[in-house]
């Protein structure tokens, strides 16, 4: 094996072998937009909410794709669901729909 002098920190390691995706699944049937998301952070600059805390849409669904439900559920709750987000969103996708998606599902 060759050192090419670093390595990956346990704490960022996801083992997908772990990882059900049953629920992320539901949300693709509730809504199939989610899988349209290109992560370009459209969403996440045109929060408003985002000015006082912490709220990333496209971290979220990056976070529910590798199976990090609790820290994916923490992006999201502090939404106020004002539909900026909505607007900006250079593919068309209904991220009110979409986050309204995570929350049921998810909450579960």
Same mark, same amino acid.
């Given at each position: 094996?060759?050192?090419?002098?670093?390595?990956?920190?346990?704490?960022?390691?996801?083992?997908?072998?772990?990882?059900? %995706?049953?629920?992320?699944?539901?949300?693709?049937?509730?809504?199939?937009?989610?899988?349209?998301?290109?992560?370009?952070?459209? &969403?996440?600059?045109?929060?408003?909410?985002?000015?006082?805390?912490?709220?990333?849409?496209?971290?979220? !669904?990056?976070?529910?794709?590798?199976?990090?439900?609790?820290?994916?559920?923490?992006?999201?709750? %502090? &939404?106020?669901?004002?539909?900026?987000?909505?607007?900006? &969103? %250079?593919?068309?996708?209904?991220?009110?729909?979409?986050?309204? &998606? !995570?929350?049921?599902?998810?909450?579960?």
């Amino acid at each position: 094996m060759i050192d090419f002098g670093y390595n990956i920190d346990q704490s960022s390691v996801i083992d997908m072998t772990k990882f059900d %995706p049953t629920l992320y699944n539901k949300l693709i049937e509730a809504e199939p937009d989610v899988l349209k998301c290109m992560a370009c952070g459209r &969403c996440t600059a045109s929060c408003t909410a985002g000015q006082f805390t912490h709220v990333d849409l496209r971290r979220c !669904i990056l976070l529910l794709s590798r199976g990090k439900d609790k820290d994916a559920l923490k992006e999201i709750k %502090p &939404c106020l669901l004002c539909g900026k987000c909505n607007l900006v &969103c %250079p593919r068309g996708i209904n991220t009110r729909h979409l986050i309204l &998606c !995570i929350l049921r599902i998810y909450k579960q």
